[in-house]
């Protein structure tokens, strides 16, 4: 007679066999989602007022990272390159973006100031041909249920019907997303950061009131994140976050350190190139900094936080 505790035994032990014999492709694991900013060449004017420091290198290394780590999707949140309308500014950026595409890497992009500067229409067709999903008065892309909203912030540069537009297209997108039972969390973009404490470029009035308010109404937009100031910081405004992540090459830029400034979360993080990975935990996001050590031979992780629905 077979003893009972054998039994016992050889039951416990079958289901955890069969356990283990699951393929590992049935565990799922959230998806990396990368963005950079301001990988744009250091203009000789540019260096009269701020020092570089091995900014093409800093950009080059920056690319070689991403391209390691493999994220689902990565975007280019605008001053790509120096001078947009310049076919030779684009070399080492078009390596970079087939580079990701042979890897499966989905790049997309919205347009900074750089990237239109001096002759537009050239500049948005040297953008368009590297970055075809692009639409110039904005557009959606989805990964792992995270809608990225990327806005057109060259205000100046945009005809008055177009500011109108894409004012209208916003409001309703992220109606559409935030009634949509597809998409669990939002993150809106542009380039002009709309709270900043750069002594450069300072703050974007415009931003704030035309793309701040929807962002903070919507019930599921959760990050903002936005470059041209070249610096990491990090805000809260009305309960959600704001992120200046323009460390991707471009010259750093000195912040004010009077007593009005902007409280910065992360104002003990300042590295001089960075680039932000952002990965889904149910509703909400785990965002992460990778700083360029600075001796520029490796990556670290730098500041990170999880946003809140509570606001």
Request: charged share 20%.
């Amino acid at each position: 007679m077979v003893n009972s505790k054998i039994i016992f035994l050889l039951l416990a032990i079958v289901p955890l066999a069969c356990l283990a014999q699951l393929p590992a492709s049935n565990v799922s694991t959230p998806a990396e989602i990368d963005f950079t900013s301001d990988t744009q060449q250091p203009m000789r004017v540019e260096e009269i007022l701020l020092k570089p420091t091995h900014n093409l290198q800093a950009t080059s290394l920056l690319f070689t990272e991403i391209l390691k780590t493999k994220p689902k999707s990565l975007y280019m949140l605008g001053d790509v390159v120096s001078l947009g309308y310049k076919n030779s500014k684009w070399k080492k950026v078009d390596v970079f973006l087939d580079s990701c595409r042979k890897e499966n890497i989905k790049v997309h992009g919205l347009l900074g100031n750089h990237d239109v500067m001096f002759k537009t229409k050239k500049g948005e067709s040297n953008f368009e041909k590297r970055f075809p999903d692009h639409v110039i008065t904005g557009y959606t892309s989805v990964t792992d249920s995270v809608a990225v909203i990327l806005l057109n912030s060259n205000f100046k540069k945009l005809s008055a019907d177009d500011n109108s537009k894409q004012n209208a297209w916003y409001q309703s997108e992220l109606n559409r997303l935030d009634s949509s039972a597809a998409i669990k969390v939002i993150i809106v973009t542009c380039h002009h950061a709309p709270y900043t404490n750069s002594k450069i470029v300072g703050q974007s009035i415009p931003v704030q009131e035309n793309f701040v308010p929807p962002f903070i109404k919507s019930k599921k937009a959760r990050l903002f994140i936005t470059g041209h100031a070249h610096d990491f910081e990090h805000f809260k405004e009305h309960g959600k976050d704001f992120l200046v992540i323009g460390g991707g090459g471009g010259l750093h830029q000195p912040l004010n350190d009077a007593a009005n400034k902007l409280p910065d979360l992360a104002s003990d993080y300042k590295p001089l190139f960075h680039y932000l990975s952002v990965k889904r935990v149910g509703d909400e996001l785990q965002a992460t900094s990778h700083f360029l050590f600075s001796d520029f031979t490796g990556f670290g992780i730098g500041h990170s936080f999880t946003t809140s629905s509570q606001h």
